[in-house]
């Protein structure tokens, strides 16, 4: 074992408490990038804690949440680590589906309960935690470590780009350890070198300045009757993307990517049982749906609202109507290009009342599946679970990578990450397991062992 | 004049301020059918106001509201009128954009404001207050009236058929004056003889048990997209209904009715600019406009709600959607049809997992132009403002009177009513003139003398 395991573990254990204590602080801290509720508070909250540590610690303003970088380690360390999470959370809404407040941690069962739990504050605090506890047990740190905690990252990171292109220097690293991956199925845990990009737009149309009785429909424009109809060439039925132009700037995937996938371990019986659903969407074989899951671009329709939603009928005529659109970007495809084919395909066909706002996005990312961080990792886990990380070529899911990984020239790696199947990520009762927040820790610590040893 | 108008407008100055204050009362009284708040209270209040008047009125219970029921006048009369209005509202969302709490009676430069003042609670209420003058200054009254005054038209009168089935022997009458109407631009009455058909559907698809994470969109079927799908195959984006097999179902008009609409006045000039529109939807031209308006049947998207609306992004997978739509019908189309046609043309295209709700609904109407109401109503128009009333062929908006007129067979009229073309019928700020709300009086006094008095 490449680090004293034991003095290690004695010492989790002697601080269990004062560590969940500070994650219920964490949890009970609201901090909701789409509404900006509790931003700055939880960003003082993060330094507080990097201070604590013994962190050089900077909060950087930017026009939206403050972006908390942090170093900590010896200079000449050799190698140094770049590490990566976010302090904001999703919405908590539909609230009343929470069976406890989404900003009180309770744990119940083995579990942790909470907004942020699995997505990210867990994984957040409990490599702090686990920094905290190598310097109290191993002594100094055999590597460098820079900290990028940024506070925007479920709205799409809107400017972490600019920080990153202001600060590159400051920034240069040997690898990335990254947010997110977890547990599969089976408690296997999960590692992967890269994820899918994201563009996030909102789009509005409006008719006549006021709600109209709806007897005026065969006079007024109706704006959520134009959405629909500008949706609907969009994404057929079948779910083939149509807007113009769009697939043919997806680049295939080579023989050994889909090899990659088609090994990628997924449980899907369990899933469909989990969600209440009997087939696939289209009904496809696991095998196919593996395959979509990681190399499919998708357009989601996020949110749609327009008129009277309340209870029972309401005869209007909406004078606004508006759509949040998700695209999952694969290689080769931006977010700039994203929003200007979709303008062109809109005003291509007499949609130029739909109005597009761009909220947030990041390109795709994809890191060598051999680099420095991705054997460390492997090791890693080996160390910690005593068996193999099962290998997602890449998350299917979206996160600012591109704007480190794929900019800064630097291979990344997400894995020992707190997620699993039933986390309900960005849903109501979002939770994590009370065991793997602290396996976390001696995952953190045995991946800093392994990077800096590692020889090949 | 055919009644002592001095007596009777001495009465009404002499009790301008009590008539008010219980219009007050009666916008201050929430009543809410879409979510059911303040209906007993307001049938309650409704009750009083008749007893107070003299009336024998009886509360008849329904699975929803109560529809109140009244009688006046001597039995031996020769003549019977029945009226038709309703105490409900239509909901005061959205509330933010009132300039006055919605349920406060508010008298601004002549104008009175509040939700309900146009539709119908001032013309329910100055019709009684109207009776009230006749009895003080005229007398008995010539004509004994039946009054039908139900709580549910905004939800589409879904219990005013089986009711009026029930007691059709006690609803025979000479003639019916309905609700609704008003004056038009050049602030000319107007009176008409039928309106159309309405039916309101709650659509609502399912996904996934749970909102999920977006990034497993190219999985799970997002009934959002179901919803967008499936409407757009209702209606093209030149708004022709393409819904399989309705168009086939419109009664063609004959070139009477043709004339009728024609030559029924609209200021298009100044609806345009109060709502802020360049033009008429499809860029049409007044003459095809005003076609359009009182002839087309339409598909209207009252509400869409879906998955995250609030600000900023939320990366989420909607596990349910809703639209609300209604149908303005034309004849010969019903309900019925329009829900079974709208059934069958979903399930033909595999959505059969989008669920239908019917949430009310009403055939269209129509009376011959020289019944005896329409008489009387024209020459108490004359009477009332001097200058002839406007005559709309029908209503281009909804009502049951299919459920009184067509099915009791007594022709029916409106006319003499409180809506002006900057009411905001159903919108923010919904209000009437204080001048019209005492017009209204002196029109149901001359109506009364003239149904009375008729000879043709």
């Keep these: 074992m490449p680090y004293n395991t034991k ?9 269990r408490e004062r560590f969940l204590d500070e994650f219920g602080q964490f949890i009970g801290q609201i901090s909701v990038a789409a509404d ?16 604590q540590l013994g962190a050089e610690v900077t909060p950087y303003p930017t026009p939206g949440s403050p972006i908390v970088y942090a170093e900590i380690g010896p200079e000449d360390a050799g190698r140094t680590l770049l590490i990566y999470n976010h302090y904001d959370v999703q919405p908590e809404d539909p609230v009343e589906l929470w069976d406890s407040d989404p900003f009180e941690m309770v744990i119940r069962d083995g579990l942790i309960y909470g907004r942020g739990t699995s ?25 460098r470590i820079k900290w990028v905690v940024e506070g925007e990252e479920e709205i799409g990171s809107v400017h972490l780009n600019a920080w990153v292109s202001e600060h590159a220097d400051m920034l240069t690293a040997d690898g ?11 408690k296997r845990p999960i590692m992967g070198m890269g ?36 949706l609907s060439t969009l994404k057929d039925p079948n779910e083939n993307i149509i807007l113009d132009g769009y697939m043919a700037h997806v680049a295939p995937l080579t023989e050994e990517e889909w090899d990659a996938i088609d090994a990628f371990p997924m449980e899907f019986e369990a899933m469909r049982a989990r969600w209440g659903l009997d ?19 998708t357009i989601t329709i996020c949110g749609f609202e327009s008129g009277y939603t309340g209870q029972g009928s309401k005869t209007v005529l909406p004078a606004e109507a508006m759509v949040k659109l998700d695209f999952r970007l694969v290689h080769n495809v931006t977010p700039q290009l994203a929003q200007d084919l979709l303008r062109k395909h809109l005003d291509r066909r007499g949609f130029t009342d739909i109005s597009i706002t761009f909220l947030g996005g990041e390109g795709p990312a994809k890191s060598p599946m ?33 704007s480190l ?33 602290f396996d976390s820790m001696r995952f953190t610590a045995a991946f800093i062992t392994r990077f800096a040893a590692d020889k090949a």
Tied chains: 1, 2.
């Excluded at 900006?36 to 201070?51: C, N, Q, S, T, Y």
Aim: negative net charge.
């Design 370 to 402: 051999d680099s420095l961080p991705a054997r460390a990792a492997l090791a890693a886990g080996r160390d910690t679970w005593d068996k193999d990380p099962v290998i997602m070529p890449w998350f299917a899911g979206s996160g600012p990578m591109h």
């Design 36 to 51: 900006k509720r509790g931003i700055p508070a939880m960003a003082d909250l993060v330094v507080e804690r990097f201070r």
């Design 279 to 297: 087939q696939w969407l289209n009904g496809v074989t696991d095998h196919d749906a593996r395959r979509r899951y990681l190399s499919m671009p």
């Design 119 to 143: 997505d990210d504050k867990g994984e957040l605090l409990s490599r702090i935690q686990a920094v905290e506890a190598w310097l109290k047990t191993q002594g100094d740190l055999p590597v």
């Design 176 to 186: 990335i350890l990254w947010e997110g991956g977890g547990y599969d199925e089976k």
């Design 195 to 230: 994820c899918k990009g994201i563009a996030y737009f909102e789009l509005r149309c409006k008719g006549a300045n006021q709600d109209l009785h709806s007897s005026y429909a065969p006079l007024v424009p109706n704006p959520a009757w134009r959405l629909v109809w500008a």
């Design 7 to 15: 003095s290690f573990s004695q010492y989790l254990d002697d601080h």
């Design 405 to 437: 990984s794929t900019v800064l020239d630097i291979p990344v790696i997400f894995a020992g990450a707190t997620w699993h199947p039933n986390a309900r990520m960005h849903s109501p009762n979002e939770n994590i397991l009370v065991k793997d927040y």
